[in-house]
């Protein structure tokens, strides 16, 4: 018997390698030195920093790849796999530099995981950050065939001095809210659990979900919102927060980024919320309370700057096509989320 025999195909792990070759080396950066094949990635600091800081962040992509695998379709959660981490480390005003994946499969298929990459690769181009390097794990007997898993590690890097840790927020600072692209990489065991139990098919069009399918609607990639957060920081916008909307909503993450003794009150009214939220609330029976507590509902990443910047802000952001919207405004608090009217 060989390692064949157990289901795991070296070769083939091999010549994915060299398929792939070509996505990774398209993300590179001036500071990369070598190419794919080492047991480490390496990575020159950038000059010009005076007190580096890196930060850095992992995450997966939960059960959307369920959604994946039963349309065969492969291409945007890749991206959701690199989003989910830049974005976080975006928060402290880093700049990601680079990042690792790692899949881990029951049967190597190449097609498969070849889209993957590609979703990895733009991704990593969209935030001007390195592929750097990854892993790929045959396990058969773990998962099944055509199942697969993925996880993602970046470091961004940030001058001390500008790095954002709640301590520059004051009340009277606006949060602005940028649109997302739906519910990006969270809630998809409720959007699972609502398309199950409602006899629904991926592949239905409902009225609300303006001639999408179900499947298309929810596998949209996530929103990368590096590179026009960044070009905010060096346009000079006096931006004193930034958060990352994800698991838990807004109620969850919005105040995460907050000083002490602040609050932040939104009003709900403020932002087009997408249909779709409409269609799993309606379709699921689920209430106002548990979809803010679930889903993004529209507002995927928010930055927190002085009232006299709102406008300024505003238009940059929808400049670079990501329609933003002033949501509503640090008070005194204890770190909770106030919804109201105005």
Same mark, same amino acid.
């Given at each position: 018997?060989?390692y064949?025999?157990?289901?795991?195909d070296v070769e083939?792990?091999r010549?994915f390698?060299?398929?792939?070759?070509?996505?990774? !080396?398209?993300?590179?950066r @001036?500071e990369?030195?070598?190419?794919l094949?080492?047991?480490?990635g390496?990575?020159q600091?950038p000059?010009g920093?005076?007190e580096p800081?890196?930060?850095?962040?992992t995450?997966?992509v939960?059960?959307k790849?369920?959604?994946?695998?039963i349309?065969n379709r !492969?291409?945007?959660?890749?991206?959701?796999l690199?989003?989910m981490?830049?974005n976080?480390v975006?928060t402290?005003?880093?700049?990601p530099?680079f990042f690792?994946?790692?899949?881990?499969?029951?049967?190597?298929?190449k097609?498969?995981?070849?889209q993957?990459?590609?979703g990895i690769?733009?991704?990593?181009?969209?935030?001007?950050s390195?592929?750097?390097g990854?892993?790929?794990?045959?396990? @058969?007997?773990?998962?099944q065939? &055509?199942?697969?898993d993925?996880?993602g590690?970046?470091?961004g890097i940030?001058e001390k001095?500008?790095m954002?840790?709640g301590s520059q927020v004051?009340?009277?600072?606006?949060?602005?809210?940028?649109?997302?692209?739906?519910?990006?990489?969270n809630?998809?065991?409720?959007v699972r659990?609502?398309?199950?139990?409602g006899?629904?098919?991926?592949?239905d069009?409902?009225?609300?979900?303006?001639?999408?399918?179900?499947?298309?609607t929810?596998?949209?990639a996530t929103?990368?919102?590096?590179? @026009?957060?960044l070009?905010?920081?060096?346009?000079g916008?006096?931006? !004193?927060?930034m958060? !990352?909307?994800t &698991?838990g909503?807004?109620p969850e993450?919005?105040?995460?980024?907050?000083?002490?003794?602040?609050?932040?009150?939104?009003n709900?009214?403020?932002?087009t919320?997408?249909?779709?939220?409409?269609w799993?609330?309606e379709?699921g029976?689920?209430?106002?309370?548990?979809?803010?507590?679930t889903?993004?509902m529209?507002?995927?990443?928010?930055?927190?700057l002085?009232?006299?910047?709102v406008?300024?802000?505003?238009?940059h952001?929808?400049?670079q096509?990501? @329609?933003?919207?002033?949501?509503?405004?640090?008070?005194t608090g204890?770190?909770?989320l106030?919804?109201g009217?105005g």
């Open positions: 018997m060989d064949r025999d157990a289901g795991v083939a792990g010549a390698v060299d398929q792939i070759r070509n996505l990774v !080396h398209s993300t590179f @001036p990369v030195i070598g190419g094949g080492g047991f480490g390496c990575f600091l000059t920093y005076k800081v890196l930060v850095s962040g995450d997966g939960g059960t790849l369920k959604i994946a695998q349309l !492969h291409d945007t959660v890749g991206i959701d690199v989003g981490c830049v976080d975006l402290s005003g880093a700049e530099l690792l994946d790692y899949v881990a499969t029951g049967k190597l298929d097609e498969q995981l070849t993957v990459v590609a690769a733009t991704g990593c181009k969209l935030a001007g390195a592929l750097l990854g892993e790929t794990a045959e396990m @058969p007997g773990f998962y065939v &055509g199942e697969y993925l996880a590690f970046c470091v940030v001095s500008r954002l840790d004051q009340v009277g600072d606006v949060a602005i809210g940028l649109a997302s692209t739906g519910v990006h990489s809630g998809l065991s409720l659990k609502i398309v199950s139990n006899g629904f098919s991926w592949n069009n409902p009225d609300l979900l303006n001639g999408e399918t179900i499947g298309e929810f596998l949209k929103r990368i919102y590096v590179k @026009p957060v070009a905010a920081l060096k346009a916008l006096e931006v !004193h927060a958060a !990352h909307i &698991g909503g807004l993450n919005l105040p995460r980024c907050l000083g002490t003794g602040q609050a932040i009150k939104i709900p009214n403020s932002w919320i997408p249909s779709m939220f409409q799993l609330a379709a029976s689920v209430g106002a309370e548990a979809m803010y507590n889903f993004n529209g507002i995927g990443f928010v930055v927190i002085p009232p006299h910047e406008e300024q802000a505003i238009n952001f929808q400049s096509d990501i @329609p933003a919207y002033a949501i509503g405004e640090v008070v204890t770190g909770e106030i919804m009217n």
